[in-house]
């Protein structure tokens, strides 16, 4: 019975580019008690409202490098405490932290005294050609982190975010020189990151060249293991 099931506390990795933050919102649908976090959304917010943080972060994030491990640590933490998630009892997704695994370490500690911690890591494996085609045509709405792409999912008017009706936005390490600095911090990072969570034995790997191929798989690792309400049909 679903009783015995836990509640989810998931992690995506995946390159960037590789669907972290549409499978999200599609997951959101699907299960909609889980909460999510993207720790790259946090940071667009925080530069947007031109924070200490958000100053920061245009410096690193315009390079395609990594901020610091206690600056993003700290910051995920504060942003799980100010939701109340810091409880056995939360369900909730984290997109884009941790990514080092000086950052997986430290969070575990902390969920640890809650009896939260993370039970199911998802690595995206998509193409790397397949990703490159997509960053050309991402636009994205800052305030929502809401993400589409002109060919794949395009907004209902040129420009213009669905919901808000607010203006989209080109990413600014979305250039084809920062982006490929991005893929190559990915890479660089990811080995030790897996290692850490194959050792904890949650990881689990999905593989696609597209995110409607992707998200059953998502789905239904989602869905058997974990007490969450399920939503089959979706608009
Ligand atoms: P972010 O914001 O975490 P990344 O680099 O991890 O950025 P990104 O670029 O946001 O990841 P994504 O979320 O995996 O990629 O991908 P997405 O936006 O959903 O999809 C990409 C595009 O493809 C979209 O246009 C989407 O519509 C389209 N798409 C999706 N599926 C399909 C499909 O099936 N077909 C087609 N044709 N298109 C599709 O991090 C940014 C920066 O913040 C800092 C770093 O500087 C980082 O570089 N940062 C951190 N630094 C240190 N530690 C951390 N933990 C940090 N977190 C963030
Ligand atoms: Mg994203």
């Not at 720790?39 to 610091?68: C, F, H, N, V, W």
């Not at 998509?126 to 982190?145: K, Q, W």
């Amino acid at each position: 019975t679903s009783g015995s099931l836990r509640p989810l506390r998931m992690l995506f990795l995946g390159a960037p580019g590789s669907g972290k933050g549409t499978l999200t919102s599609r997951l959101l649908r699907a299960f909609p008690q889980v909460g999510s976090v993207s720790s790259g959304d946090l940071l667009r917010q925080q530069m947007a409202e031109k924070t200490e943080i958000g100053k920061l972060a245009a410096e690193y994030i315009s390079r395609g490098e990594l901020l610091p491990d206690e600056i993003m640590t700290r910051l995920l933490i504060r942003e799980l405490d100010s939701r109340q998630w810091l409880t056995s009892r939360a369900t909730w997704l984290l997109d884009g932290f941790p990514r080092t695994d000086i950052q997986a370490i430290s969070l575990h500690s902390a969920l640890k005294a809650y009896n939260a911690d993370l039970n199911l890591v998802v690595e995206l494996k998509v193409p790397e050609s397949v990703i490159l085609a997509r960053i050309v045509n991402r636009y994205v709405h800052v305030p929502s982190g809401r993400v589409y792409n002109l060919s794949y999912n395009p907004p209902k008017v040129p420009g213009i975010d669905d919901v808000t009706g607010e203006p989209l936005s080109r990413r600014p390490d979305d250039t084809a020189e920062v982006f490929q600095r991005r893929l190559d911090k990915y890479h660089a990072t990811l080995k030790p990151l897996r290692e850490y969570y194959a050792q904890a034995g949650i990881l689990k790997t999905v593989y696609g060249e597209t995110s409607n191929i992707i998200f059953p798989q998502l789905e239904a690792l989602v869905k058997d293991s974990f007490a969450v309400q399920y939503v089959a049909k979706q608009i």
